[in-house]
């Protein structure tokens, strides 16, 4: 019950083309889902996050799909470009906890040039 | 803007080695944490830490030993170094939970145990 099981483990896109990953997770208490982005040989990085209230969250490339009923979110990159291959994780967790964490397994992208 | 700093940057260890991952951030964060990140298994907390003086036990804190003597370091201690333990540490701090206080990770450690 306290996985986030994330999809797929890997992708390729081409340039200017939609990247797509999913998360699915089965707590219904979970309220806060964000989403972290690694390049290679650095650590993760926050992205962008969303609260279970708004159904979508954008900012600039990057949007969050949330839907409440299937207990399913995912990471949208419109026009993805080369910059954006990295791994990507998504994560979720009550009260904004970060000690309570729960991570997807991670997904790879790269964006064919 | 130094953020999250680990040492070393990589690490070859023998069987049975110990040895002492080190973490310090200079953001006044209470809460610090160690993860190892192994290929298709995520992230996995090991150790974390609320305040100077707590910490705790995470998804996998068997062979690892941390401490918190000051708000600002957080070393990870392998007592007797395992081949299980090759991985890429991560350590990580942020401000109270809120939805507002992201974590900062540092650039890892890559161990590797023979």
């Known amino acids: ?113 | 803007n130094a953020g999250v700093t680990q040492t070393p940057k990589f690490q070859v260890l023998k069987t049975g080695q110990s040895m002492t991952l080190q973490c310090a951030q200079d953001m006044n964060h209470e809460y610090m944490s160690w993860y190892r990140q192994d290929p298709g298994m995520g992230l996995r907390l090991i150790h974390y830490s609320v305040g100077a003086g707590i910490t705790d036990q995470g998804e996998v804190p068997n062979g690892y030993n941390v401490s918190r003597s000051t708000t600002e370091d957080f070393p990870l201690r392998l007592l007797s170094a395992a081949p299980s333990q090759t991985s890429v540490y991560f350590c990580a701090s942020s401000g109270p939970s809120s939805y507002n206080s992201p974590l900062h990770f540092g650039n890892g450690t890559r161990l590797t145990v023979t």
């Open chain 1, 1 to 113: 019950q306290q996985q986030v099981k994330q999809s797929p483990q890997s992708l390729i896109v081409q340039k200017g083309g939609i990247s797509i990953i999913n998360c699915a997770y089965e707590n219904t208490a979970f309220d806060y889902f964000p989403w972290y982005q690694q390049f290679p040989g650095k650590g993760p990085a926050l992205l962008i996050a969303i609260r279970p209230d708004v159904s979508e969250k954008k900012e600039g490339r990057f949007t969050i799909s949330f839907n409440k009923s299937a207990k399913q979110f995912s990471l949208h990159i419109m026009d993805s470009q080369p910059g954006d291959s990295a791994t990507y994780f998504c994560a979720a967790s009550i009260e904004a906890s970060n000690y309570q964490l729960i991570w997807g397994a991670g997904t790879k992208l790269i964006i064919k040039p």
